[in-house]
C-alpha cells in the first residue's frame, strides 16, 4: 500500500512545537477538516493520544473511543521498547533488535504476558463492557501524542485492519522519520505535524508541557465528550 504523507515542513526538527497536548490537537484538527464531513471515527491510542484525540474529535464533532495497544519493553530498560501488543493479541516485534537483543522466544512470551495482563487491565479501565465500534466502511482515524519507534502505532493499526475500514489515516502531532517509514505501507494516510531526522528521538521533545496521564484523567477526558 502507498500512503499518502502530510506534514508541516516549516516544524520539521523544530523543538517545543507545541505549547501541550491540547495546543497539539488543536493543530491536528485543522490538517483533518477535510474529514468533517465524511464518515468517520475516531480511534485514540492511550494514554498520551486521549487528549490529542480528544480536541480533534471535539472540532470535528466525530465520535472518539480508544484501541488500546502496549509496548513490550526492553528488559532493564523498560522506556524503551521491542515491539508492541494490541488488545486484541497483534503482536509486532522488532527483529531486528530481538535480534540484537538476544531474546528467545521464551522470554518474548513471558514479557508479552506480562503487557497482555496490563492490557486487559486498562481495557477494563477504558472500555469497561463496551464492544469495540463497527469500522466497516468507515474512515478511521487513530491518534497518539507523537511516534517513537512506531511500533505501537503499527499494531494498532493491524488491529484495526481486520474491519473492512474505508481508509486508514494515522495522525499525530510528531513523529521520527525512522517511524514514518514503517507505519507508512500499512495506511492510506499519514498526518503528521512536525517530523523530525534526529537519531535520538522523544516524543516529549516537541512538547513545552509532557508528562505522563494518570487512568484518572484518561478517563475524564473520555466522559467529557459524552457529555
Given at each position: ?128 463492557d463496551r464492544p469495540f465500534p463497527d469500522l466497516k466502511d468507515k474512515v478511521v482515524i487513530i491518534v497518539d501524542d507523537g511516534l517513537a519507534s512506531g511500533y505501537t502505532m503499527l499494531a494498532a493499526v493491524k488491529s484495526i485492519m481486520k474491519q473492512p475500514v474505508k481508509k ?60
Amino acid at each position: 500500500m502507498k500512503s499518502k504523507i502530510v506534514e508541516d515542513s516549516y516544524l520539521r526538527s523544530k523543538r517545543h512545537v507545541f505549547k501541550d497536548r491540547i495546543h497539539a490537537g488543536e493543530l491536528l484538527a485543522k490538517r483533518l477538516e477535510n474529514y468533517r464531513n465524511q464518515d468517520s471515527l475516531i480511534l485514540a491510542v492511550p494514554s498520551g493520544g486521549v487528549p490529542v484525540a480528544f480536541v480533534v474529535a471535539e472540532e470535528l464533532r466525530k465520535p472518539l473511543d480508544v484501541i488500546v495497544v502496549r509496548k513490550i519493553p526492553i528488559p532493564m530498560e523498560p522506556e524503551a521498547g521491542f515491539g508492541a501488543i494490541s488488545y486484541d493479541g497483534i503482536t509486532v516485534l522488532n527483529e531486528s533488535l530481538v535480534e540484537r537483543l538476544g531474546l528467545t522466544k521464551k522470554e518474548i512470551d513471558e514479557y508479552s504476558s506480562q503487557v497482555i495482563g496490563e492490557i486487559r487491565s486498562r481495557m477494563d479501565k477504558f472500555r469497561g463492557d463496551r464492544p469495540f465500534p463497527d469500522l466497516k466502511d468507515k474512515v478511521v482515524i487513530i491518534v497518539d501524542d507523537g511516534l517513537a519507534s512506531g511500533y505501537t502505532m503499527l499494531a494498532a493499526v493491524k488491529s484495526i485492519m481486520k474491519q473492512p475500514v474505508k481508509k486508514t489515516v494515522v495522525a499525530v502531532p510528531t513523529a521520527s522519520t525512522s517511524s514514518i517509514t514503517l507505519v507508512a505501507p500499512h495506511v492510506d494516510e499519514i498526518v503528521c505535524l512536525n517530523v523530525r531526522d534526529s537519531y535520538f528521538f522523544a516524543v516529549a521533545d516537541a512538547y513545552q508541557i509532557w508528562y505522563d496521564l494518570s487512568d484518572d484523567e484518561v478517563q475524564n477526558y473520555l466522559g467529557r465528550l459524552k457529555e
